[in-house]
């Protein structure tokens, strides 16, 4: 990001993978930085690394929770300048396994995770007409895959709900950025991995094709500096083309990988 010195940011999921990133960015260039997650253990160890990052346990599907915490963080820390919302949760199941349960969850983490926590902080940065938000959606959102139909659904949701919203506030001196991340090299990956994940991410991990998260972070980063609505870090604005331009060579290379 850019200016945070002394400024305050929120990062969600910053116990690990991209959202920890950014945190350690976001500390290292005089922000002070909270960091909400559910994981003790990955919180305490990023915290650790900086005197500006304090840990907030958060579970962001709880609606109570995040206006509680987000209420701690503005009276410790002081008024929110930014959140970077990273949060999420990828488990992969063909449509006909997953259970309502598990969606249910799945879209109360990734999609009203991300409602709770852009309402929990925009009243404030309207009224100061200050403010920046960095929420991320995924490329998943647009460029489906089998496997995993409810994630894609949540994804798109997120996708949709901050494109709305940028648009909405664009004059109002807060700004709004969707990222749209393509399989990036990190915890979210496993966790893919771990239930029924599709054959094009299993190879791309066997392969080393998954992105390196350090880099999407820069390109992250710098699309903020160009104050870009939506951003397509890495191989995702080729994906995001292929799909548009091409769905039925789309779906026929991504079924492939499943024979």
Not at 27 to 35: E, H, L, T
Not at 53 to 59: E, H, K, L, P
Not at 138 to 154: E, N, R
Not at 228 to 236: L, N, Q, T, V
Request: some cysteine; hydrophobic content about 50%; overall charge positive.
């Amino acid at each position: 990001m850019k200016d945070m010195a002394d400024k305050v940011a929120i990062v969600t999921g910053g116990a690990s993978g991209m959202g920890q990133i950014i945190a350690r960015r976001l500390a290292a260039q005089g922000a002070r930085v909270a960091i909400f997650d559910v994981n003790d253990q990955g919180l305490q160890a990023t915290a650790a690394g900086s005197e500006r990052i304090t840990a907030f346990r958060c579970d962001i599907s709880l609606l109570e929770e995040v206006n509680a915490r987000v209420a701690e963080v503005a009276a410790q820390l002081g008024p929110i300048d930014l959140l970077v919302h990273a949060a999420a949760l990828m488990p992969s199941h063909l449509l006909i396994d997953h259970t309502h349960e598990g969606m249910e969850k799945l879209f109360r983490i990734n999609y009203f995770g991300t409602t709770y926590m852009v309402r929990a902080v925009l009243p404030a940065m309207l009224a100061r007409k200050t403010g920046r938000i960095v929420a991320f959606g995924s490329i998943a959102g647009i460029a489906l895959v089998p496997k995993m139909g409810a994630y894609c659904a949540t994804k798109a949701a997120v996708n949709a709900y901050m494109e709305v919203l940028q648009n909405e506030i664009r004059d109002s001196g807060v700004r709004a950025h969707l990222v749209c991340p393509p399989a990036v090299n990190t915890a979210l990956i496993d966790q893919s991995l771990a239930t029924d994940s599709p054959r094009s991410i299993i190879e791309a991990r066997k392969s080393g094709r998954l992105a390196d998260p350090e880099k999407i972070v820069s390109a992250i980063e710098k699309g903020v500096a160009k104050d870009r609505d939506i951003i397509y870090p890495g191989e995702a604005r080729l994906l995001y083309l292929w799909r548009a331009l091409l769905p039925r060579l789309w779906w026929k290379t991504v079924m492939h990988f499943e024979k």
